[in-house]
């Protein structure tokens, strides 16, 4: 798992960075499902795609499928990896789902914004960001 949860990690900050054109800043994970093992010698792909922004916020979306090396046609989904990252300095591009797939991909991270954040808050006259991932009460978060 670890070597997936690394490179799916790696191929996020890299989509962020793309969707943006800055140096995003790693807040933390949504969800890392983990459906099924990668043997050894399997062929391993990974897709990655922002599915959500809201303000300096982006989460990206990446999946997993497998195939066996002797059978390429058949690729199953293993792993679905979900990352938080923010942009300190301008909000990002709006995401506009526009198909049925993305729309479902759109609102489930939404429905982690909404329940999760971040969400940027006025502190003494200034912007500040509070991501709950450590908040007592939302049980704690995790990071990588």
Same mark, same amino acid.
């Given at each position: 798992?670890?070597?997936?949860?690394?490179? =799916?990690? #790696?191929?996020?900050?890299?989509?962020?960075?793309?969707?943006?054109?800055?140096? &995003?800043?790693?807040?933390?994970?949504?969800?890392?499902?983990?459906?099924? =093992? $990668?043997? @050894?010698?399997? $062929?391993?792909?990974? %897709?990655?795609?922002?599915?959500? %922004?809201?303000?300096?916020?982006?989460? @990206?979306? $990446? %999946?997993? *499928?497998? =195939?066996? &090396?002797? +059978?390429?046609?058949?690729? /199953? !989904?293993?792993?679905?990896? *979900?990352?938080?990252?923010? *942009? &300190?300095?301008?909000k990002v591009l709006e995401? @506009?789902? +526009?198909?049925?797939?993305?729309?479902?991909?759109?609102? #489930?991270?939404?429905?982690? !914004?909404?329940?999760?954040?971040?969400?940027?808050?006025? $502190?003494?006259? !200034?912007? /500040?960001?509070?991501?709950?991932?450590? /908040? &007592?009460?939302?049980?704690?978060?995790?990071?990588?």
């Open positions: 798992g670890g070597f997936i949860a690394q490179h =799916a990690f #790696e191929l996020a900050e890299l989509t962020a960075f793309a969707f943006n054109g800055k140096i &995003p800043v790693f807040l933390g994970f949504d969800e890392m499902l983990f459906r099924k =093992a $990668v043997n @050894i010698g399997d $062929v391993v792909r990974m %897709t990655a795609r922002c599915v959500h %922004t809201h303000g300096r916020v982006m989460r @990206i979306l $990446v %999946t997993v *499928q497998v =195939a066996n &090396p002797r +059978d390429l046609e058949r690729q /199953s !989904q293993t792993n679905k990896l *979900q990352f938080v990252f923010l *942009q &300190p300095h301008s995401i @506009i789902p +526009d198909s049925y797939e993305e729309c479902i991909m759109f609102l #489930e991270a939404r429905r982690w !914004q909404n329940e999760r954040g971040p969400e940027e808050i006025l $502190v003494n006259g !200034q912007t /500040s960001m509070n991501h709950g991932y450590n /908040s &007592p009460k939302l049980g704690g978060g995790s990071r990588l």
